[in-house]
């Protein structure tokens, strides 16, 4: 692949965003991020997806030179929805994604980690949605994931001021679940990861799928599903060996099955 390094090891996919100096992303970015998306799903020896960038920045958002050739309304609601569909992708992989935060992550990067499950960030690292400053607005839902992570109010004044917040603002305000120096933060992450791709994949399918549902239906709906997949999941040989290693007192030894 151009734009991506992939790595897997012990179930988890460390996958680096490699397109110097900014790791901007542009259509080609986005197209190529898909694809990949498509293999690490079919992958049964992939449990867990880990995204980082390369260089100084996670990304520094959409590449603004590629915005110089949108001549009509048209063409800029299809690059919005192209990008939209593509972050709406990553928040509903049946894999946990995690992003690890550094540097820059501003504008169509914001989006980007928004739409990863689990964002993990260095103290210094600069998050923000400036696009207002270029007479725009943010274009890959933006405007819609960090009100859901930080509030209204704060979710309007980092987009009216295009001013960023650091990573230690951004645990604060909800928006990651944990700051870290910088260089712990790739070793911070991957011990996440390798943490979460030993519990059962059916488990976790199942709990992305509810967390879904807590997001876009009413209690009492969700509910119902987390019902329904409870009882999908305990016949499962996973809920099996889960309950026979407790008794046991060993680690368990999920299968997928």
């Not at 799928?209 to 996973?238: H, I, M, P």
Request: glycine content about 8%; aromatic content about 8%.
């Amino acid at each position: 692949m151009e734009f991506f390094r992939v790595h897997k090891e012990e179930f988890v996919a460390d996958v680096a965003f490699s397109r110097p100096p900014a790791n901007a992303l542009s259509s080609a970015v986005l197209k190529e991020l898909s694809s990949l998306l498509d293999e690490l799903e079919a992958d049964e020896n992939v449990r867990v997806v880990l995204l980082h960038g390369e260089g100084r920045f996670f990304s520094a958002g959409a590449d603004i030179k590629e915005f110089t050739s949108i001549k009509s309304n048209e063409e800029a609601v299809t690059l919005s929805k192209a990008g939209q569909q593509v972050l709406e992708r990553i928040e509903r992989f049946t894999k946990p994604v995690i992003a690890a935060v550094h540097g820059a992550a501003l504008g169509g990067g914001l989006e980007l980690a928004m739409s990863c499950h689990i964002r993990i960030v260095s103290e210094n690292a600069k998050l923000g949605l400036p696009e207002l400053q270029l007479g725009i607005i943010p274009g890959f839902a933006g405007t819609q994931r960090l009100p859901r992570y930080v509030g209204f109010s704060k979710a309007a004044e980092m987009m009216w001021t295009s001013e960023p917040i650091t990573g230690t603002e951004a645990v604060q305000w909800g928006l990651a679940s944990k700051a870290v120096p910088e260089e712990q933060l790739l070793e911070e992450a991957k011990k996440l990861a390798k943490k979460i791709a030993q519990k059962s994949p059916i488990s976790i399918r199942a709990t992305l799928q509810l967390l879904n549902a807590f997001k876009e239906k009413s209690f009492q709906e969700a509910v119902r599903e987390e019902a329904e997949l409870f009882g999908s999941v305990f016949t499962t040989e996973d809920a099996k060996e889960g309950v026979q290693a407790f008794i046991e007192k060993r680690p368990p030894s999920f299968q997928g099955k």
